[in-house]
Structures are given as structure tokens and as C-alpha cells.
T-cell receptor, first 114, second 109 residues
Framework: NAGVMQNPRHLVRRRGQEARLRCSPM?????VYWYRQLPEEGLKFMVY????????ESGMPKERFSAEFPKEGPSILRIQQVVRGDSAAYFC????????????FGPGTRLTVL | AQRVTQPEKLLSVFKGAPVELKCNYS??????LFWYVQYSRQRLQLLLR??SRESIKGFTADLNKGETSFHLKKPFAQEEDSAMYYC???????????FGQGTELSVKP
């Protein structure tokens, strides 16, 4: 089991461009969580998805950010019209949803906005 | 509001010394507390959780509901313990985790 996969590992965008971050959960996991880590801060919850459903998006900024977890393929976190303040490490975690809160984390995508 | 506080950004000890990484939480419900560790160039991984009451790599943590704390302890630190440690609060709706800011543990030879 390769674990949670995220790509790209590093992403550089100019202000105004779109950023797409991908997360492939562990085999057998149908629950995906996205977290953001700003410089010098801890991880902050953004969104929780199950296949084809957004369960909790209480941590998502109201504008420019969206997430999906389609029936087939990875979960995608999309940031439109990126700004410098979006520069951060974005982590994805997955779980089976049965073993209480045991989340397995990916290596993260480091987004740099120029 | 739910919150996790790790007051120390950096903790530096010598090999063989005891270590305690502090974690305090704020939550009105029934908390589930976790410690995650991130070694250099590796991904975040679960170290231990209070419900299992395990000792992993010599680390233990006791949930103190009276003091709303979940401090991580090890009696004799090893150099390979050097890493970032994150305390996390679970038991929330949907299973999300609330993380503290992290403490960097540096164990010197």
C-alpha cells in the first residue's frame, strides 16, 4: 500500500493563476480531509469529503477555493486566482471512517505564489 | 471554541534527559486527543492517541480532563526523537482534527 499520494509536491503559480492539488487516498479509504499549513502555524482543517460528497467545508475560504472527490480518480483542491497569501503547504489525509479518527497523511503540496 | 495550544515552539534537551511536550486543549464536548510526529523529510504520522493508552517509542501521554491537558512525555530522550510534534483534538463532527502549532524537539548528543 503506497499510502496517501499527493501531487505535485511543489507548485509555483503567479498571482491570478489557478492551482490544482491532487490527493489519492490510501486503498480502501473513502474519506478525505484537506488541511492547510501557513508558515509558522499548525495545520488547519479545510474540508472533509467522501466519494462525490462534501461533508464539511467549514474551514474553506468562502471564495476562490473548491474541492471535489469524484467517484473515480483523486480528490482535487482547486484554488482560483491565487494570491500571495495562498502560499502554504496543503496536506491531504484519508481514513476508512471506521477506525475512530485515524487519519493517514500525504506528504503535502507546497504552493508558492509569486 | 475548539482550540489546541502547544506553548513551546522549540524544545531542546540533551540525550538521556526527560522530555515533556505540553499540550492544552479547549473543547466542551468529549475530547479525543492525539499526538502526531513529523520526522525530517517524512510525512506526518500518528504517534499515539489517548484512547489506546499505549506507549509508542517510549512516549506516553495522559489525558487530564481537569487541566484540559495531554502532555507528551518520555523519560530518556534519544537523538532519533528529534522531530516536529503536533497535538491534535478530535471527536468533532465529521472527524476533522484541530492541530496545535507544533513543537520542534531537538535532542542533542
Amino acid at each position: 500500500n503506497a499510502g496517501v499520494m499527493q501531487n505535485p509536491r511543489h507548485l509555483v503559480r503567479r498571482r491570478g493563476q489557478e492551482a490544482r492539488l491532487r490527493c489519492s487516498p490510501m486503498k480502501g479509504h473513502s474519506h478525505v480531509y484537506w488541511y492547510r499549513q501557513l508558515p509558522e502555524e499548525g495545520l488547519k482543517f479545510m474540508v472533509y469529503l467522501q466519494k462525490e460528497n462534501i461533508i464539511d467545508e467549514s474551514g474553506m475560504p468562502k471564495e476562490r477555493f473548491s474541492a471535489e472527490f469524484p467517484k473515480e480518480g483523486p480528490s482535487i483542491l482547486r484554488i482560483q486566482q491565487v494570491v500571495r497569501g495562498d502560499s502554504a503547504a496543503y496536506f491531504c489525509a484519508s481514513s476508512t471512517g471506521t477506525d475512530l479518527n485515524e487519519q493517514f497523511f500525504g506528504p503535502g503540496t507546497r504552493l508558492t505564489v509569486l | 471554541a475548539q482550540r489546541v495550544t502547544q506553548p513551546e515552539k522549540l524544545l531542546s534537551v540533551f540525550k538521556g534527559a526527560p522530555v515533556e511536550l505540553k499540550c492544552n486543549y479547549s473543547y466542551s464536548g468529549s475530547p479525543e486527543l492525539f499526538w502526531y510526529v513529523q520526522y525530517s523529510r517524512q510525512r506526518l504520522q500518528l504517534l499515539l492517541r489517548h484512547i489506546s493508552r499505549e506507549s509508542i517509542k517510549g512516549f506516553t501521554a495522559d489525558l487530564n480532563k481537569g487541566e484540559t491537558s495531554f502532555h507528551l512525555k518520555k523519560p530518556f530522550a534519544q537523538e532519533e526523537d528529534s522531530a516536529m510534534y503536533y497535538c491534535a483534538l478530535g471527536g468533532l463532527r465529521g472527524g476533522k482534527l484541530i492541530f496545535g502549532q507544533g513543537t520542534e524537539l531537538s535532542v542533542k548528543p
